[in-house]
């Protein structure tokens, strides 16, 4: 089946600067999501992005299907970003595989 | 519009116990799927429903088992619960069948085996 990648596996980042998360993924796609997962556990959609350029806020995401890569860019951390970023995709006829996540730490 | 919701938020079960957890999908969705994390993983596939029909099973044991209701809404039955069990379960819904849909998920069971 597909396998998802994420990198880094960490990132401490001041509140203020920009961030660039990566997920690299083994086959061709259907659907690439990535979410924010609080503290408290809930996953929170942020893009689903099979291919293409979206942007929302402060936050962008870019998914290059034909070079099997996702990237996520934060603009402008908040403390309130802080959490675990996952990726996650499908091929053909099988379930979303997640990654093992980013953790990101925003410190003020 | 409500989203994705679960019950209960907590559970703390003994090993041997059987237990059932419940998700209602968002308005409008049929495909109801469950996920299980682990601390420090991604979610895994446990079984995805469409229509009241199973449509995918992850790789899980007879343990696991779960239902969907003509309201579209869910149970997970996990019997014989094992330590190993412990773990956030997560529910997720769509709007069709297939797994190409845009996955919406709920605030989790957290589930403790003691």
């Known amino acids: 089946g597909i396998q998802v990648e994420q990198s880094p596996p960490d990132l401490i980042l001041q509140e203020g600067a920009n961030s660039t998360l990566r997920c690299n993924f083994s086959?061709?796609?259907?659907?690439l999501q990535w979410f924010h997962q609080n503290p408290w556990g809930q996953l929170i959609n942020l893009f689903y992005i099979p291919s293409g350029t979206k942007q929302n806020g402060r936050l962008s995401a870019t998914t290059v299907a034909t070079e099997r890569y996702s990237l996520l860019y934060i603009s402008s951390s908040q403390t309130t970003d802080s959490g675990v970023y996952f990726c996650?995709?499908?091929?053909?006829?099988?379930?979303?595989?997640f990654g093992k996540g980013t953790r990101l730490s925003v410190i003020a | 519009d409500a989203g994705v919701t679960q019950s209960p938020t907590h559970l703390i079960k003994t090993r041997g116990q059987q237990v059932t957890l419940r998700c209602s999908p968002i308005s409008g969705h049929k495909s109801v799927s469950w996920y299980q994390q682990v601390l420090g993983q991604g979610p895994q596939f446990i079984f995805q429903y469409y229509e009241k029909e199973e449509r995918g099973r992850g790789n899980f044991p007879d343990r696991f088992s779960a239902r969907q209701f003509p309201n579209y809404s869910s149970e997970l039955n996990v019997n014989a619960l094992l330590l190993g069990d412990s773990a956030l379960y997560l529910c997720?819904?769509?709007?069709?069948?297939?797994?190409?849909?845009?996955?919406?998920f709920g605030p989790g069971t957290r589930l403790t085996v003691t």
């Open positions: 086959d061709s796609v259907n659907n």
């Open positions: 997720a819904s769509s709007t069709g069948t297939g797994y190409d849909y845009e996955q919406y």
């Open positions: 996650a995709a499908n091929s053909g006829n099988t379930p979303l595989v």
